[in-house]
C-alpha cells in the first residue's frame, strides 16, 4: 500500500484531538463540545464504545448508589487523588447526565445502579447522536502510532499514515484488557520514550488458577459458589460475603474480583496467595462444631453435612479439594475448615482476558486537570491512568469522571493560553 501523509497546516489544525472512544474519551469530547470548542475522536476500531457495548451484556452497571465515603474506598491507594475528581461527576451526576439522554436508572437489590432496560446500546446510541449534533467529528480505523514532532500526531488508517496537529490532545486509549476489543495497552512505550512516568500494566478484577483435580473440573467449571465470604489470607482485609465462579482453571466473579488487587500482589510477592473461605458465613463455629457432632448413624459423613448444615455437593467437593482425609475424622478440624478454608491461589490470568487492568500513566506526573506537567497541553483520561477499582459500577464512573475533568483541564487551559 502506498504511503500517504496528510499533513494538517496550521490554520486548519483541530482544536482539540480526543484518542479513544470509549467512556473516558467520549465524555471528554462531550464537555469540550459543549464549549464550543472544535473536536475530533480518533479510534483504532471501526466503531466506539465496544468495550462498553460488551460490558453491558449482562447487564450495564453504570455506577453504584452507596454515599460518597464508602464509594472512594473501593479505590483504595487512589482515594486522595480520584476523590475530587469524582466529586465533580458522581453517581448521582451520572445518573443525572443518563436521564438527560433519555435513559432512567433504577438502583438494585446491590445497590448497583443500572438503565431501567438494563442495556447499553440505546445509551450509547443517544450519547452518540448528541456528540455528533454538538459538531464532533469521528474518525475510525486511526490507530494512533505517537508523535512526528512536538505537535504532530501519527495516525495509521486503511489508507496508509495520516499526521493531525491540534492545539491540546487528550489520551484516552484504555488499559491492557480485551485488546480485541481496542484496549491492548500498546500505548505505554509510546509514552515512555516521551518521558512520561508509566506503571506497568497488571491484571485487575481477574480471576486466578488453582489447580483442580480432573474430576473437580470436569463436575464443578462453571458452577457458581453462593453465600460464602473471602478474605486474602495475611492481607489485614475483613471477610466479604458474596459469590463467585469455579472455572476450569480456578475461581473468578465478583468477591473474588473485589479482592483480586491485595490477591494479584500477594502472587507476584510471594509466588502464591491464599484465599480463605467461610462457607456457612451465617452460621457460628460453635453451631458448626455442634452439628458435626450430632449422631448420624448410618448415613455417610457427606449426607449428614448436607442435612445438618446444608452444606452442597459444591461445597463438599471444595472440602475435599482443600483438606486431607485426616481432617474429616476430626469434628473441630473440619469446623474449622468450614468456616476458615484455605484455597491455595498460583497464579493470576493473562491481562488480556480479564475485565480491567491496574497501572497506566503515574499521577505524580499530571497536574489536578490531568495535563503532563511536562507536556503543555497533552492530557489523559479513563484506565489508561494508574488506579484501579473493583466491578460495581466504580470503574465506568471513574473513567467518565475522569474524562470530564480532562476535558475541562482543556478548556481552561485553552482559556489561559490564548
Known sequence: MQKHLNNSQNDNADEV??????????????????????VSLYDAMPSVGRKFLMAGKGGMNLTHSEDSVSFMTRYAGREAVLSPIISQFDASALRNWAA????????????????????????LRAWLHRLRTQGVRFHMRHRWLGWRDAQTLVFATPEGETQRSARAVVLALGGGSWARLGSDGAWVETLRQRGI???????????FDVGWTTFF??????????????????????????????????????LVYALSAALRDQLHANGQ????????????????????????????LSSHLKSRLRLDALKMSLLHECLQKFDFEQP??????????????????PIDEVISSAGGVCFEGLSASLMAQQHPGLFFAGEMLDWEAPTGGYLLTACMASGKQAGQGVIDWLASNK
Do not use: W
Not at 17 to 38: D, H, N, R, Y
Not at 103 to 121: C, H, L, N, Q, W
Not at 197 to 207: I, K, R, S, Y
Not at 332 to 349: N, S
Open 332 to 349: 473441630q478440624l473440619l469446623a474449622q475448615a468450614i468456616k476458615c478454608l484455605p484455597l491455595k491461589l498460583t497464579a493470576v490470568r
Open 197 to 207: 512516568a508509566v506503571a506497568d500494566l497488571l491484571a485487575a478484577n481477574c480471576g
Open 17 to 38: 484531538v480526543v484518542i479513544g472512544g470509549g467512556p473516558a474519551g467520549l465524555m471528554a469530547a462531550e464537555t469540550l463540545a459543549s464549549q464550543g470548542l472544535a
Open 217 to 254: 473440573q470436569e463436575r464443578f467449571a462453571g458452577h457458581p459458589l453462593l453465600t460464602v465470604a473471602a478474605r486474602v489470607k495475611d492481607s489485614g482485609l475483613p471477610m466479604r460475603k458474596g459469590q463467585f465462579v469455579m472455572t476450569a482453571t480456578g475461581v473468578e466473579g465478583s
Open 273 to 300: 496467595a491464599v484465599l480463605e473461605l467461610d462457607l456457612l458465613p451465617d452460621t457460628p463455629l460453635q453451631k458448626v462444631i455442634s452439628e458435626i457432632q450430632h449422631p448420624r448413624g448410618s448415613r455417610s
Open 100 to 123: 438527560g439522554l433519555g435513559i432512567e436508572t433504577y438502583v438494585g437489590s446491590s445497590g448497583r445502579v443500572f438503565p431501567v432496560d438494563m442495556k447499553a446500546a440505546p445509551l
